[in-house]
């Protein structure tokens, strides 16, 4: 099932959720005075020109069609499993880089029509892959285990398949039929109309005044009857379209359910877990260990409270600065910072994050028609890529460490893995994104000049760890527990998911937390949950991140660096194990909370 679900999955975006942070008109029109090659990426480090593109799209078009020639050969020897296999990997190989240009060079220039073609024709030939190659893992698993151990003893060339080909065996009860699976890969197409319909919705058809960058700034900023004006337009808008919006998350609840049965699993949770090995307790154990742990995080809202001087802290009061700090960072202030910050994961990862960084792995400034954002992306043949709206803040600086976090986790997986293990979960992915904005953080609070400045920095920590571990949780439970209900067969309308959103909020907040009406509809802003059970990931990422920065910073880096080169050759449970960190032992939560405890009393201390 591993590669089957890579297959799907090829044009997913690894998107830091704190990363939002584009800017508006006039900003962008002083930034595109730095906007020039420098500050851009060379796409053409993956083609040459549009042609060399549709080039490789027609040479993958015929190749899909030899996949036939495999069909009910696989049995037969070593030298078949491994042609098919390979082949399949060598057309998903294309197919990555034929993606990520077609969409990097759109998110560049989400006006060209020209780009956006070319993504609609590079997600029906994803679609046309995946169900040519459909009938492999059913093949493979009609011979025995046995069989398929002597093939990989006696052929070296499937040695790098071995992991691969365990992993689908554990699997295999879930496995369907060739023809049932076809038709599941089939399905995937109509499938993805819950998360269509959601994104149209918000990139097209919402309405406000502000664009999503704007907004963030607008949340941030020191006025309080502005952050308020900001917030009710932009939760407004979504509220004036609440049934259709319930409407598609039910559809995705209902799609999860559905995959899940349709392969046998108990619960959609199970099922999500299961492609990364992941027991169901480490699910419950975070949102059980966040919530006991909800007092600390009620601290911190009161210490927004008596800082901020309010009777009630809102929505809109958790977002703005609580120490004043209108220092500018320029970006090649922030890489400097950055490679400072970094020093303790050596000389050798210091020198390869500043060759990316000069050799334009990075899209920096907001252009006219860029999108919004900041993600890493790039292929197995290609350096990484990382798209920015850099805008001199510290918020900014953080998103850009966290993106060269994946950016470098990437570089080193792809240099030492074959493709059929390089690519590593989101599970593992989140950790190495984390555990770069964690040494950021660690440095500029050891490096502060003041103490308004220092801090300043604790604050930011304090946010990185909120956002991370306490928001996510919420999240996580919201989206166990709808799914629950949907397997229940429970309608999910939009009056029972604003209760049950109000409710958490109740608990997660506490009583100096004031939940206005319209906050209700939170959840209908949450692009995440139309990827099922995601967001735990930032959770859990973020408490192995703690310990690893832990780690690295009292000079056990080797373990760390082991791991980013690991990519995905073993369950990520297993790969952060030979890293220091066991994920199944609730330790590294309680560590992390400990953390942010630590960091909310010091605020206190530095306040009053």
Known sequence: MKKLYKLSCIAVLIISLFAFYSLDSKTVSVFNNKSTNKYKWNLSDMYASDSDWERDYKILEKNILKMEAYKGKLSRGSRYLYEALDMTDNMSRMLEKLYAYAYMSKDTDTSNNKYLTMCDNISYLAVKLSSSVSFIEPEILSVSKETIDKFVKNNSK?????????????????????????????????????????????????????????????????????????????????????????????????????????????????????????????????????????????????????????????????????????????????????????????????????????????????????????????????????????????????????????????????????????????????????????????????????????????????????????????????????????????????????????????????EDFFIDDICSIWWSRIPHFYSNFYVYKYATGCCAAISLSQDILNGQKDNYLNFLAAGGSDYPIDILKKAGVDMNDTKCIKDALKKFESLVNELEKMTF
């Open 158 to 510: 499937l040695k790098p398949y071995k992991f691969y080909l365990d992993n689908l065996y554990k699997s295999k009860e879930h496995m369907l039929s060739d023809k049932e699976e076809r038709i599941l890969s089939l399905s995937k197409s109509m499938a993805s109309t819950p998360e269509k319909v959601y994104t149209s919705f918000k990139d097209i058809d919402r309405k406000t005044n502000f664009t999503p960058g704007e907004y963030s700034r607008l949340l941030q900023d020191d006025n309080r009857e502005t952050r308020k004006k900001a917030f009710v337009e932009e939760f407004e808008s979504y509220k004036k379209n609440i049934n259709v919006l319930a409407s598609a998350l039910s559809g995705q609840v209902n799609k999860d359910v559905f995959y899940s049965k349709a392969r046998n699993y108990k619960t959609s949770l199970e099922a999500s877990l299961d492609k990364d090995n992941i027991d169901v307790s480490l699910y419950n154990n975070l949102i059980i260990e966040v919530n006991n742990k909800l007092d600390v995080f009620h601290k911190y809202v009161g210490l927004r409270k008596k800082i901020l001087k309010l009777d009630k802290v809102h929505y809109y009061d958790m977002y703005n600065p609580l120490i004043e700090n209108n220092k500018k960072i320029e970006y090649d202030e922030a890489k400097g910072i950055l490679t400072k910050a970094l020093v303790p994961l050596g000389k050798q990862y210091v020198e390869d994050l500043e060759f990316g960084i000069d050799n334009r792995w990075v899209d920096v400034y907001p252009n006219k028609n860029k999108r919004g954002g900041a993600y890493s992306w790039g292929s197995y043949d290609t350096h990484p890529y990382v798209l920015l709206n850099y805008n001199n803040t510290l918020s900014s600086v953080s998103t850009f460490a966290h993106e060269m976090g994946h950016a470098m986790n990437n570089y080193y997986s792809s240099k030492n893995q074959e493709y059929v293990n390089y690519n590593y979960p989101i599970f593992t992915a989140e950790v190495a994104s984390i555990t770069n904005e964690a040494l950021l953080f660690e440095y500029l609070m050891k490096n502060a000049k003041t103490k308004d400045e220092k801090m300043y920095y604790i604050q930011g920590y304090i946010d990185l760890i909120r956002g991370s571990i306490y928001t996510q949780a919420m999240y996580a439970e919201f989206e166990k527990i709808i799914h629950d209900r949907a397997e229940k067969g429970e309608a999910l309308t939009s009056d029972n998911l604003n209760k049950l959103w109000t409710n958490l909020m109740k608990k997660y907040y506490g």
